[in-house]
């Protein structure tokens, strides 16, 4: 069996896309998260591309134990040396240094000769590996870069003891039968081929990122590159849910490979990163969308009912959705409550236990049933948390016809104790207004999303809320079966984060 290395780059490649920017504190869980789904190297970010970046590729370099950590550089001195600098203390260090290589960009973008480009490329990974023995090396827009000197610069990389040789189709532009071809000429055209990994990392332009990867695989490639959600720059990157339930799915196409990967926390995991950036994926996404596994059809449902392999080719619970959504109810004691968040990929202390099974039982009261989903939201909105400069204690809201929409609010401001009334256009916008006069802050409301978590009108509402003001950005999240209350928690929320940002 031969292992396909998953590299994994939604902290850098997924989080540099628009909307889905991460303070440090949020990518450092989400690394977290990537460790337990056993990526084999997590891109922790582009470290000379902003102090955030750099500091936030050095907190989960200190952290991360288990995966390699890499830090993307151009071929610039001072780009390699800020990289190492941030990736110094991981325990397995990786440089990933990077220039284009196609005709295009060098004529119109970076103005030098193919000679100066791989001059360029074969200093940047002498001196990366001046510093670690893991580097890669990535001809950027090497689908549109001529064969032979693509062959050149992947050669010359190597003797300059790159490692891994990454081959990015950057504008996604290949197409499947092409790419293979691509890497197929590589393996025969580089005498050196055979002393480096090859990995891929495909764009999603035309919707074939994923079956990109895959062909590349059947040619010899050993690392794909990609992102929780397929989360990345413009129409993002290989997604790297599609591709690990490929192979493990179709083991009997992809006969001697696999890869290493917890399928179980895929789902967790896609719901995290959902959870922190305020962005949902669509529901007919594959493997992680809503509708991934519901059956809708009666001729589906009928053969399912008789033999499930008949409609469906993997298990929920294969990427860590749980078959008995239906999970404890307002009888249900500590110890099966503890037990389900075990289950759940959660392995909390006794006081944190207490303190969610406490909010679990109001919950119960509200609601006759509690899924596998509002736990996963109780957790977030406990555990997600900051410093509370700001506290909610009461709100009352009216709307309806001929009503003029009100808020009373009852809030803590650093511990003190707030009451206000306002009105708005309607009972969530007259609460976040009462909310912003109490707290004195004049943030914009840059997204409010609202999601059932869970069927039936008792189901929990869980509301994202991203708030900017002074140029900071935060995303708050808040849940609650009432759905004004989630979005005044998500609010607030979103409030604390900034202030906790703007005192760090
Ligand atoms: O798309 C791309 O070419 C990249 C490189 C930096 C690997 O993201
Ligand atoms: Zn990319």
Redesign the pocket.
Known sequence: MEKILIFD?TL??GEQSPGFSMNIQEKMQVAKQLEKLNVDIMEAGFPIASEGDFQAVRAIAKNIKHSKIAA?ARTEDKDIDRAWEAIKEAAHPVI?T?ISTSELHLKYQLYLSQEEVLEKAIHAVKRAKSYTPYVEF?A??ATRTDREYLCRVVEEAIKAGAVTI?I???VGYAIPQEFGDLINHLMKNVSNIHRAILSV?C?NDLGLAVANALAAVQYGVRQV?CTINGIG?RAGNASMEEIVMSIRTRKDFFKHLYTQIVTEQIHPTSRLLTQITGISVQPNKAIVGSNAFAHESGIHQDGLLKEKITYEIMTPESIGISQSTLVLGKHSGRHAFKDRLKKLGYELSDEEVNILFKQFKDLADKKKEVFDEDLEALIAEEFLRIPEKYKLINLNAISGTGAIPTATVEMEVDGMVVKEAGFGDGPVDAAFKTIAKITGTKSKLLKFLVNAITGGTDAQGEVTVRLEENGLVATGQGAHTDIILASAKAYINALNRLAHLSHS
């Open positions: 780059t850098r490649d993307l990933h990077f990535s950027m827009d990454n990015p189709d950057t990392h764009h590159e720059e």
